[in-house]
């Protein structure tokens, strides 16, 4: 939660490209900025390369857990959440369609899991999602924060 409040409070950029940033040292990601949004991830499990079966359904089960504690502490913070699916995005995403910044962005970093969101809030009526996703079945299952000026939700088909 801490990593959310510190994201909420984070200047937003009014303008300008989508830029992705990495730690310099290993190059994993550690956030996404655009115009009027920012994109962290706040939790990755262990890689699942071989992880298989119940071992598998445990990993995911993990991943949802930790989802339902942040959303939980989110709805009391914030109130209730709504979802957002990503269903939409992920078609156009595929089609290479037009997708507006914040949708390209999570597009783009295979973060396909549906939004979890919150606002507008008190601070700036900013808007907050989290989601919980696996970009392909080896990969680390990720939770994600977004925060944006603009309302969070599903573009038109």
Not at 20 to 31: K, L, V, Y
Not at 91 to 116: N, V, W, Y
Request: hydrophobic share 40%.
């Amino acid at each position: 939660m801490s990593d959310i409040e510190t994201l909420l409070a984070a200047d937003l950029p009014t303008g300008g490209a989508t830029v992705s940033e990495g730690d310099p040292a290993t190059g994993e990601w550690t956030g996404t900025r655009g115009a009027g949004f920012r994109i962290i991830p706040l939790w990755e499990s262990e890689a699942l390369t071989g992880v298989y079966g119940a071992d598998w359904n445990q990993a995911e089960d993990a991943a949802e857990a930790n989802l339902a504690l942040v959303v939980r502490e989110s709805d009391h913070r914030w109130g209730p959440h709504r979802k957002v699916s990503m269903r939409v995005p992920l078609f156009r995403h595929q089609a290479r369609a037009p997708l507006p910044a914040l949708f390209q962005a999570l597009g783009d970093l295979d973060c396909f899991g549906d939004l979890t969101v919150w606002g507008p809030t008190a601070t700036g009526g900013r808007w907050i999602a989290v989601s919980v996703n696996q970009c392909d079945g080896d990969a680390p299952m990720i939770m994600t924060a977004v925060v944006s000026h603009a309302p969070i939700t599903e573009p038109a088909e």
